[in-house]
């Protein structure tokens, strides 16, 4: 009899095991935000991205481009698309941007500030908890450091010769 009980909670255990699963935003944004337009500014190193989302099927526009012709690369795409799919509202809005300056790491990084500031915008109680908790809506101050005179870079000095 005791054998059996144990078992029992043996079983029961391995099914939670089995149902946890490792994703960060497993528990993260339940979908349930408002469907609406909104407008949001992001910047990183050189780049500024002006983002517009409209209730639609999940199209992306990029300077007139796809998101795939804009960017190549599946690592910049999921970037871009983060907040959208940490807010599991995935082919509910239209984004349209605008996109000038830097480069590709910084124009996704921009474009991604830009799309949580509009997702924030649209619905703050229901959206804003799970993007501040993802490090979305915080803008990344990294820029290039200055070069200083005497030196080659930023830090790079010319080679001491003792003799």
Do not use: C
């Amino acid at each position: 009899m005791a054998e059996e009980t144990n078992n029992s909670a043996v079983q029961e255990t391995e099914e939670e095991l089995t149902s946890f699963t490792t994703e960060t935003n497993a528990g993260a944004g339940t979908g349930a935000s408002t469907i609406a337009p909104g407008y949001g500014t992001g910047r990183r190193k050189e780049a500024i991205a002006r983002v517009r989302l409209v209730p639609g099927s999940g199209k992306w526009t990029i300077n007139g481009r796809t998101l795939e012709e804009f960017f190549p690369s599946r690592l910049q795409q999921r970037e871009v698309n983060s907040p959208i799919v940490l807010l599991k509202l995935e082919n509910k809005f239209d984004i349209n941007v605008i996109v000038e300056g830097g480069g590709t790491t910084g124009q996704a990084g921009a474009i991604r500030l830009g799309v949580a500031r509009a997702l924030n915008a649209i619905d703050r109680e229901a959206n804003r908890p799970a993007l501040k908790k993802a490090g979305f809506l915080t803008r990344d101050a990294r820029v290039v450091e200055r070069k200083k005179a005497g030196l080659h870079k930023a830090r790079r000095a010319p080679q001491f010769s003792k003799r």
